[in-house]
């Protein structure tokens, strides 16, 4: 499986007052609901605004650090990683797809737009929403065409996540692909490697049961193949790097690079 | 100081077979020469397309595993960081800024565009060429107008860098912003932090002792100022994050999220 790369950069606006509370074994989790609008083009040249709300957890001391400090309306940098999450209820399966924060920067709002929504919780016009990542199809992509004739393709994606000291885990992503970007990605098959950079995207409908269900899904900008996958090439994300025990950075001083750039 | 965010992604092509060799320590390391092209939208809504040169560093056993398996041509993701060195040459302080990869993966090239330098060397058309950068401003913003009115403003900016098991470093970055981007940096100071999102580019002049001199800095797409500090909030970029004794992704399972987004 293809060594994964999950990256999400938002700038958004707090929503909500941010919601502290703790485990029963007592670890702080801090859930931020993070709201913004991103200006895209559309196929008559014309500008919209779509709007998101995403999820963004932070847990332990970065969560007792930020719970004070933070409150509804306020701009926030966030960058973080992609984290899927599974669990049963009364018997059916459940899973959320959420954003854990690894780096967290309020941000000055001096100048900035907002939007209001229906609730009176504000969204930052002007948003930043990117994704990064690399990983394995789950299953062949399904083509289909709008009733207008604009392909769409969805995939599901598997992402691997190696960190050193935690378990190895993999987060499963939905991938929405558009026109030629989507009859692209139907001729790919269930296992290969996909890198995809995208926006973060939420989607609600109704189930059978009448109950009202909600997705995060990235709507795809680009996609690339790779063509090994790390695992056979033994994986360039391996933190860390035998060096023969030269300290990596010491090591150089003593190596002054050339002046020339091959123009 | 700012805790650093130094994030670049880079897709482009090899313009030249990668460099490999090693230190008198007998660190190996594989320098590469990646070349691309970017697609900006300039003022009167046309398009141009400038070209880039950036040289990526791996090293150790990374620089090792790949050294045999790219050549010239092959199209290239790198996720990396920007590290700055500095040494001495005949008495005159030299510095340069080049890639540190983290992440490497040749990628399929059917489809793909390349344009051909006069070295016939080539370069990737549609490249991608992304920068995220959180530091402070190590001088007061300089501030211009070209003759033609434009706006143009330069930044030294400072990134910190921690990483679990190495020394503290700092990379000095310059980075440049035009037209309102350039006004707004003006208001900067000496000490800012400053978030940017931007491209990677080379500049090349000829110095007052007649040598080709190169560069390379950031060209500014986006800047927000952060209101905090976060040395002052103590940082929420720490790896280590103690969760008194609860390994983080233990003590989540047994707590359900909420269905509910707030939309």
Do not use: C
């Not at 999450?85 to 959320?96: A, I, L, T, V």
């Amino acid at each position: 499986m293809a060594r994964g790369l999950n990256r999400v950069f938002l700038i958004g606006a707090l929503a909500t007052r941010p919601d502290m509370r703790y485990t029963p074994a007592g670890l702080a989790i801090l859930d931020l609901t993070l709201a913004g609008q991103d200006l895209l083009l559309s196929d008559n040249g014309g500008e919209r605004e779509v709007s998101w709300y995403h999820r963004v957890r932070l847990l332990g001391r970065q969560a007792e650090m930020w719970g004070d400090l933070l409150d509804q309306g306020q701009l926030v940098f966030v960058e973080g990683r992609l984290e899927y999450r599974q669990w049963e209820r009364e018997g059916e399966r459940r899973s959320e797809l959420q954003i854990r924060a690894d780096f967290l920067d309020p941000l000055d709002d001096r100048g900035k737009e907002r939007a209001e929504d229906s609730r009176g919780q504000p969204r930052l016009r002007a948003a930043l929403n990117q994704v990064f990542l690399m990983g394995n199809l789950t299953r062949d992509p399904e083509l289909r065409y709008t009733p207008q004739g604009t392909a769409v393709a969805r995939l599901g994606l598997a992402v691997n996540e190696r960190r050193q000291g935690a378990e190895e885990r993999t987060h499963f992503v939905e991938v929405q692909a558009w026109r030629d970007l989507a009859e692209w990605a139907a001729e790919l098959r269930k296992g290969d490697g996909l890198f995809v950079i995208g926006r973060l995207v939420n989607d609600s409908w109704t189930s059978s049961s009448g109950e009202r269900r909600f997705q995060t899904r990235v709507e795809a900008l680009r996609l690339e193949r790779p063509t090994r996958g790390p695992a056979q090439a033994g994986g360039s994300r391996s933190r860390e790097v035998q060096t023969g025990g030269v300290d990596i950075d010491e090591g150089l001083e003593d190596f002054p690079p050339e002046e020339e750039l091959p123009f």
